[in-house]
């Protein structure tokens, strides 16, 4: 199987703070891969120092089998790699489609697309945005930005897509949609990784996932069989999970 994205004993530190020690994964073509572990683990860290948000003190990182260490966040996205936030991170007196049309038009400098309105109505549909897309985000309810953020985030063309707690603060019937969104991301050729904190979202929608503890990875491989370890329903899971 292909690998998309590797890192190599990646490192980030603030201050004393080890925040990501040593992790080394690979992350297949075409994968839904899973990242979990408890508050402060080092999971948003691990996706910013991957992503260019900043540089790593150490290790490395490939994504497309070339070394990207470092590479700051624009040329990751001009890459191929788009990601979400955490909290949403919209240009709130923007509308919903020029949020998306900033993406659609800086995120192909590359590739430029030759109808980016085009393309920004496009991923708006695609993800279901519910809302007019003459909304300002401003105005938009943490659902509808989330959809945005998806939006945002598809209208570069990503290759690879990295998701940071995208289910956060949604209802049961939220979830539902979600997933059967992100599933259609991925059949649509993009390798997603996503960080996620609820488990039935992790269950049903990853082949695979690693578990961060403490900034180290102490699991990674097969969602069933990762949840059946020990060590990681001790550090994370808890019994509910412990198969
Ligand atoms: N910019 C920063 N400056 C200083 N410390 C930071 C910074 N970003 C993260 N940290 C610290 O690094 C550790 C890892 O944080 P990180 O946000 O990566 O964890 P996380 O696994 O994403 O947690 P959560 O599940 O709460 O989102 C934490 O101890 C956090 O306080
Ligand atoms: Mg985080």
């Known amino acids: 199987m292909d690998v998309i994205l590797r890192t190599e004993n990646l490192l ?20 839904i891969f899973g990242i979990i572990g408890p508050n402060g683990a080092g999971k948003t860290t691990f996706l910013n120092s991957i992503a260019g948000t900043y540089p790593p003190d150490g290790g490395h990182v490939y994504f497309l089998g070339k070394e990207t260490t470092g590479l700051s966040s624009d040329v990751m996205c001009h890459l191929g790699l788009a990601r979400t936030f955490q909290i949403s991170q919209p240009f709130p007196r923007m509308t919903a489609l020029e949020n998306v049309l900033v993406s659609a038009t800086f995120g192909n400098k590359t590739n430029p697309v030759k109808d980016p309105v085009a393309l920004a109505k496009e991923m708006l549909e695609f993800v279901e945005f519910p809302m007019p ?54 059949d649509s050729g993009v390798t997603i990784v996503m960080v996620e904190h609820i488990m039935h979202i992790i269950m049903g929608l990853c082949e695979r996932l690693a578990v961060l503890y403490y900034g180290e990875k102490i699991a990674e491989g097969p969602t069933q069989e990762v949840a059946q370890d020990p060590k990681v329903a001790e550090a994370y899971l808890g019994e509910k999970y412990h198969l």
């Open 133 to 186: 897309v003459d909304t300002l985000a401003l105005n938009l309810n943490t659902v509808q930005l989330k959809r945005l953020d998806l939006a945002r985030a598809l209208a570069s063309k990503p290759k690879l897509l990295l998701l940071d707690e995208l289910a956060a603060g949604l209802t049961t019937g939220e979830l539902g949609d979600l997933m059967a969104i992100i599933r259609k991301i991925r």
């Open 12 to 31: 980030k530190t603030f201050g004393g703070l080890i925040a990501v020690n040593n992790v080394s994964l690979e992350v297949y073509q075409g994968e």
